[in-house]
């Protein structure tokens, strides 16, 4: 009997170190671009024209991070093009930051109504101005799936 009790207590320990028997949640990691698609629409965001490596200017190291749609929804009637950046990890996130506003100023016409909302690792950017709800639930969205921020 007690060479059952002893080998009990060795595999619940070597459970016990592996974190088998952890009821804590492993973090949460950022989402892809089909778990980001079904956030926005979850929040009432249609999402349509999906085109992948679009970030709006002639950048091509922010075009392998780029996807552009078409967004409306909520009080946001007419569909606006936006530009989501999705950033490997925050480190290349906080290295290309800034290099997102230089690239919007070849798709946005009026500078005073840009319009970002940001959640490391991802910007997402486009021509405003954005309607209210529109631009809170986008904001909702991405902090949602930006996890830990990668």
Known sequence: MSRIVLAILFASAILTGCGALTTT??????????????????????????????PGCDDVELARTAIGIDANGLDQATPTRVHFYIFRNRETFERL????????????????????VESSPFVVAGPGPWAPEFKAALRAAIEEVAGTGG
């Open 25 to 54: 949640p492993p973090a949460p990691t950022p989402a892809d671009f089909p778990g980001i698609a079904s956030e926005l629409v979850r929040r009432g965001i249609g999402v349509e024209r999906i085109v992948s490596g679009d």
């Open 97 to 116: 930051r800034q290099t997102v506003d230089a690239c919007a100023r070849d798709f946005v016409t009026d500078p005073e109504a840009f319009e970002s």
